[in-house]
């Protein structure tokens, strides 16, 4: 067994939950999620708003709904391979996943309480979700976790980040901050761009800037997954024990 390898195994389960997964482990933990959204989409009429990845692959699947299958599994079952090929060379460990999901459990808890409670505090009433079904739930759960924190959190806040430190005198602080402001603003105002957008109002807005600020944190500081089944969790509480 090589060093590294070994290394994996001798964690405890404490440093399962203090170690913050790697990018591409952190990808390939989130496959789940991913694969509920984009099979979930064809049982349903709607879609994640900011949704990139499937507003492409939706046109393929209006050419063909086998091409669209296809794609959509290739690429999971690609990331779940490359999960197999890092534990064999001790790079990844399945044990990871069950940390992870306790961990943003966790936390889309704490955001309930806090977030979610500071809006009902300042404005009497929280904005609850549209009416959906039980499936619409859990994709449109899954979509929000995967492709939000992947387009707010890991393209957008990652490299406005990177963009702010590099500027001369700007200290690293400061480049965090002004990334993570601004990427909640912009992911509280996309919700209401576009044809399936929200009508303003001023409580949700400010919640989704907080929420973004929240996310940004978990994100920076435990990585992807975590993010994005934070994110997640905390829909479906919202969604079937809340609204």
Sequence with gaps: MSEQGASTQRRSGWQRFTQKPTPLTGLILVVPVFLLYHLGILMIDLRNGVDLVSTLM????????????????????????????????????ALDFAPVLIESTVLAILMLLTVGFAIERLFAAQAGPPPMGFLEKLVMAAGAGFHEELIFRVLLFGGCFALLSRLPLWPKWAAIMAAAVTMALLFSAIHYIGPMSDTFQLTSFFFRFLAGLYLTAVYYLRGFAVAVYTHTIYDLIVFFLVA
């Design 58 to 93: 939706v046109q393929l699947l209006e050419l063909s709904l086998a091409g669209y299958l296809a794609l959509t599994l290739t690429l999971g079952l690609g990331l779940l391979a490359t999960g197999l090929w890092m534990r064999e060379k001790g790079r990844a460990d």
